[in-house]
């Protein structure tokens, strides 16, 4: 049974841009908290940003001023904005998603394969 469903990833030069879409198909969106998690080559799944309903939200610092992770209540859809997109940003990127009332209840996404070639 599919409980989110991510889209978007793909390859882009140093510098580019890319979008990732992660949609809610089954799960009621507002009380969610959506994050973007990735995982390089040989390494642990890192959190990269995160977003509870109507809270700002937060950043590690290798993303801040170049990733923002925004949601859209009525599509049921968080989306991940990437820019100045570096090498070393090449990963599979996971979309997250836990219950504020029940933290037990928790959903990943298929992940989606981020390429930046310099």
């Known amino acids: 049974q599919v409980q989110l469903v991510e889209s978007g990833g793909g390859s882009v030069r140093a510098g580019g841009s890319l979008t990732l879409s992660c949609e809610t198909p089954?799960?009621?969106?507002?009380?969610?908290?959506m994050g973007w998690y990735r995982q390089l080559p040989d390494k642990e799944r890192e959190l990269v940003a995160i977003q509870a309903p109507d809270r700002a939200p937060e950043y590690v610092d290798f993303v801040k001023g170049r990733f923002t992770i925004s949601r859209n209540r009525g599509r049921g859809t968080a989306y991940l904005q990437m820019n100045s997109l570096k090498p070393e940003d090449t990963a599979v990127y996971y979309c997250?998603?836990?219950?504020?009332?029940?933290?037990?209840?928790?959903?990943w996404g298929q992940g989606i394969q981020v390429t930046v070639s310099s």
């Open positions: 089954t799960i009621p969106f507002g009380y969610l908290i």
């Open positions: 997250h998603a836990q219950n504020k009332y029940d933290l037990r209840e928790i959903y």
